[in-house]
Nanobody, 126 residues
């Protein structure tokens, strides 16, 4: 059993930054992989960034490379997504997801994640 609680969303102007947090609780084996997904109304859920908690390897969607940074704390019970240079296209509901370890090639596949947070809204205005 794993619980995920996101926080840090908000409404900002383009070019500004936000830092999202996801508190992870429960069995570590079931949350070895954590990812951030986002979804806009009428659009499919897309992977934004992923992390393998036990090694620290991170993965990013091409659209956010160089702008977003995925990290975790020392206890590995909280993960962070630092989002810089936000653009209107980054607007959406951001979800933290967790699952068992998986191949890096599949980090952005939502089917690989068994647990999901409630989401935190990110709105970027031009």
């Amino acid at each position: 059993q794993v619980q995920l609680v996101e926080s840090g969303g908000g409404s900002v102007q383009a070019g500004r930054s936000l830092r999202l947090s996801c508190a992870v609780s429960g069995y570590a084996d079931s949350s070895a992989s954590v990812a951030w997904f986002r979804q806009a109304p009428g659009k499919q859920r897309e992977g934004v960034a992923g992390i393998y908690r036990r090694g620290g390897s991170t993965y990013y969607a091409d659209s956010v490379k160089g702008r977003f940074t995925f990290s975790q704390d020392n206890a590995k019970n909280t993960v962070f997504l630092q989002m810089n240079s936000l653009q209107p296209e980054d607007t959406g509901m951001y979800y933290c997801a967790a699952g068992r370890s998986t191949s890096a090639a599949w980090w952005a596949d939502p089917r690989r994640y068994n647990y999901w947070g409630q989401g935190t809204q990110v709105t970027v205005s031009s």
